[in-house]
Nanobody, 124 residues
Framework: QVRVVESGGGLVQAGGSLRLSCLAS????????MGWFRQAPGKVREFVAA????????YYVDSVKGRFTINRDNAKNTVYLQMNSLKPEDTAVYYC?????????????????WGQGTQVTVSS
């Protein structure tokens, strides 16, 4: 079992920044991949960013490349999502998830454990 808890969401104006944090517990953190996903009202959950277990490989959806950065601190069992130049279309509930196999890090269905989500709202 892995427990995943997100924090750091909130309301920000367009062009602003937020940093999301995700604390995982229950298994050796450095053994599995971590990802961030988001779901806007009426839309399906989509991949945003992911990082492999050692933190050296990162993946992003095209719409956030150059604006979002994912990184992890294995000593703190935490993964972060730094979001800059936020746009109203980034508004969604953001979820953190753990992929124990770390093979298909960009696929929603590959993830085994999910957090409750944190709301990010970007006003225009």
């Amino acid at each position: 079992q892995v427990r995943v808890v997100e924090s750091g969401g909130g309301l920000v104006q367009a062009g602003g920044s937020l940093r999301l944090s995700c604390l995982a517990s229950g298994r050796t953190f450095s053994n599995y991949g971590m990802g961030w996903f988001r779901q806007a009202p009426g839309k399906v959950r989509e991949f945003v960013a992911a990082v492999n277990p050692n933190g050296k490989n990162t993946y992003y959806v095209d719409s956030v490349k150059g604006r979002f950065t994912i990184n992890r601190d294995n000593a703190k069992n935490t993964v972060y999502l730094q979001m800059n130049s936020l746009k109203p279309e980034d508004t969604a509930v953001y979820y953190c998830a753990a992929d124990l196999q770390s093979v298909r890090l960009t696929e929603v269905r590959a993830y085994d454990y999910w957090g409750q989500g944190t709301q990010v709202t970007v006003s225009s």
